[in-house]
């Protein structure tokens, strides 16, 4: 069955850095588009990056310039690199199967002084 299990989060400073993990198994994971949601307290989920099977990326604008997401087919995972973090970034990060209803069970990123 599909497994999606991130890591990396934390609390950073803000104009701190993080890089996020996304562990995934059983599936196709080199044929899959991927993608990495957000949700903060009291908002509703949303997009930040999708990477396709090819390595396209779209992000989302609020994100543009500071997060890289990429991936390593030979390793099954994936991968989001967050620069210049902000407060307003602090959420619970979520890795997923893109346009699948298959996610991982989240990893909190804290950005505060």
């Known amino acids: 069955q599909v497994q999606l299990v991130e890591s990396g989060g934390g609390l950073v400073q803000p104009g701190g850095s993080l890089r996020l993990s996304c562990a995934a198994s059983g599936f196709s994971f080199a044929s899959r588009a991927m993608a990495w949601y957000r949700q903060a307290p009291g908002k509703q989920r949303s997009l930040v990056a999708s990477i396709d099977y090819k390595g396209a990326t779209v992000y989302v604008d609020t994100v543009k310039g500071r997060f890289t997401i990429s991936r390593d087919n030979a390793k099954n995972t994936l991968y989001l690199r967050m620069n210049s973090l902000k407060p307003e970034d602090t959420a619970v990060y979520y890795c997923?199967?893109?346009?699948?209803?298959?996610w991982g069970q989240g990893t909190q990123v804290t950005v505060a002084s």
């Open positions: 997923n199967l893109f346009l699948h209803d298959y």
